[in-house]
T-cell receptor
Framework: EAAVTQSPRNKVAVTGGKVTLSCNQTNNHNNMYWYRQDTGHGLRLIHYSYGAGSTEKGDIPDGYKASRPSQENFSLILELATPSQTSVYFC????????????FGPGTRLTVL | QQKVQQSPESLTVSEGAMASLNCTFSDGTSNNFRWYRQHSAKGLEVLVSIFSDGEKEEGRFTAHLNRANLHVSLHIREPQPSDSAVYLCANSNTGYQNFYFGKGTSLTVIP
């Protein structure tokens, strides 16, 4: 069964620390996405990728980096975590076809103290 | 940047009664719309995708799109307590990677 998985599911980090959120998909989709979900804002796109080696900025990329080392894996990196980055992060994959359907992982809850 | 507004913020219906959720968007060139369901602490499950004006049915879920009125709705027939969740509307222009999401409607179905 095609799936998008994320790790860790929960993370507590300290201000100024480095955080890496990982995403793996078995859908064989070219496109992958990172969103954050905050109360009052809905989901907002941080970074996305068209394939291995590519990363593109979404609507709110400041403070985040992304890495796509392979078709299956897409990471979100917070080099210097801040309390404002406390949120729930969702990864998604999509085939980029006519429907532009996106399939979401279960989310990672990040708390930065 | 597109704006997507959902109403109501919360909705309570009795099991078996029709549930209707609304979404308005700001960009009349949008041509790719979908409704997602999000159960607490879980990911998003796509319910209906709709690309042209009119109606699209997927089981008990029916989406109605009227781009002239910048409006898309979701109707849930015979809702069940297991349908209690947050429902998210999203839209984009085909060819663009960015989906714009509303803040969601929290639906509670009481037995």
């Amino acid at each position: 069964e095609a799936a998008v998985t994320q790790s860790p599911r929960n993370k507590v980090a300290v201000t100024g620390g480095k955080v890496t959120l990982s995403c793996n998909q078995t859908n064989n989709h070219n496109n992958m996405y990172w969103y954050r979900q905050d109360t009052g804002h809905g989901l907002r796109l941080i970074h996305y990728s068209y394939g291995a080696g590519s990363t593109e900025k979404g609507d709110i990329p400041d403070g985040y980096k992304a890495s796509r080392p392979s078709q299956e894996n897409f990471s979100l990196i917070l080099e210097l975590a801040t309390p404002s980055q406390t949120s729930v992060y969702f990864c998604a994959s999509g085939d980029g076809g006519v429907s532009y359907e996106q399939y979401f992982g279960p989310g990672t809850r990040l708390t930065v103290l | 940047q597109q704006k997507v507004q959902q109403s109501p913020e919360s909705l309570t219906v009795s099991e078996g009664a029709m549930a209707s959720l609304n979404c308005t968007f700001s960009d009349g060139t949008s041509n790719n719309f979908r409704w997602y369901r999000q159960h607490s602490a879980k990911g998003l499950e796509v319910l209906v995708s709709i690309f042209s004006d009119g109606e699209k049915e997927e089981g008990r879920f029916t989406a109605h799109l009227n781009r002239a009125n910048l409006h898309v709705s979701l109707h849930i027939r015979e809702p069940q307590p297991s349908d209690s969740a947050v429902y998210l509307c999203a839209n984009s222009n085909t060819g663009y990677q960015n989906f714009y999401f509303g803040k969601g409607t929290s639906l509670t179905v009481i037995p």
